[in-house]
């Protein structure tokens, strides 16, 4: 069986669980090759606009190692905020190995991949980009892109797709289907759907929201101009109900005019911000929810706070832009897909969700936990034997 690495460029709190996973229940010999130390202590982040630390560890259970950043100017959103030549020579050292590299954002992304590819192992790239979203980009300058990706693909052996429009992204790019894999973009399920099965959601709804017992519908992201957090205010507002609230989880640049809207509006004892929430204290949000919204527009390459709502059995309303909309949305089912931005059309989806009988909620559960079960970490892992053991 081949070694395992993967390059990522700092610790993530989405795929630290799976790293964990590999390492106790395979026999796979994992390595995680870091090429910055952000995340591990409290920073400003730049979406958020707060200073934030995560509060799960991630860096137990599985072996990593970090390289030094010789960029002039560090960063994690620059194509140059990377440069880690230690990569080279570690790559060098090590025998035929299967190594994962997510995305070629960086110097250091592509690096690797001309290392690895020129020392013989077996390059894997593991993405993000949907074709829905890049076939909308600039209409000048995607096709340069899109020439230069193609002769950067010829250097991949394996492409792991996360999801339909990320797979239809490759195909568009010429890759042949033998060399797309499946592994998708999912979140620790089994830790999500332990807090759904331990939380009473009356007593937890009566400790969070004391003097309000209504349905609410539920938002988990950054108040940013791509999540469009104003949308769902201003749908929540032409619902013009008195018996629901609704709880946006999150902070970010947009919280000013979120303020504003709501004040203007009169529903102050109807919306509330809650501030950035982190890792360990999300699930109880997810648990007192009725309905969960994602109304984002381009650049919501995925949406995994999608997943994590899956866990609680939450039907789920989400934009056409948001990526897994294709995968994990079933129209009428499980909730609602709604053109970006229309508002009118994401007032009536939440109000369909918020009308679901017990059948229907009971029907919302199977397809939730039996999507869930593809879109989990055994997928991956089983993905990644397959590589390893080739």
Known sequence: MKPLIFLNSHPIQYFVPLYKQITTSTTICLQVMYCSEAGLKSHKDSGFGTNIQWDIPLLNGYSSIFFRNYAIKPSLNSFWGLFNPGIISFLWKQPRSVV???GWGSLSNILAIIAAKVKGHIVCLRAETPWHQEKMKNKWVTPIKHLYLRCLFTLVDCFLFIGMQNR????????PDNRLYFAPYCVDNFRFSSFAEEMNKAELKALLYPKKQNKMILYSGKYTVKKR??????????LNRTDIMLVMVGEGELRPQMEQMIRDNNVREQVMLTGFVNQSNIARYYAVADVFVMCSGLGETWGLSVNEAMNFNLPLVVSDSTGCSFDL??????GYIFPEGDIDALANAINKCLHFTEEEQKKVSEINKSLLETYSYTT???TLNELCNN
């Open 380 to 382: 991956i892992i089983h």
């Open 100 to 102: 994962v590299i997510h």
């Open 168 to 175: 239809l992204f490759y195909k568009k790019m010429h890759v």
């Open 329 to 334: 949305v079933k129209e009428g089912s499980n």
């Open 229 to 238: 957090p104003l949308d769902l205010i201003a749908a929540f507002i032409k």
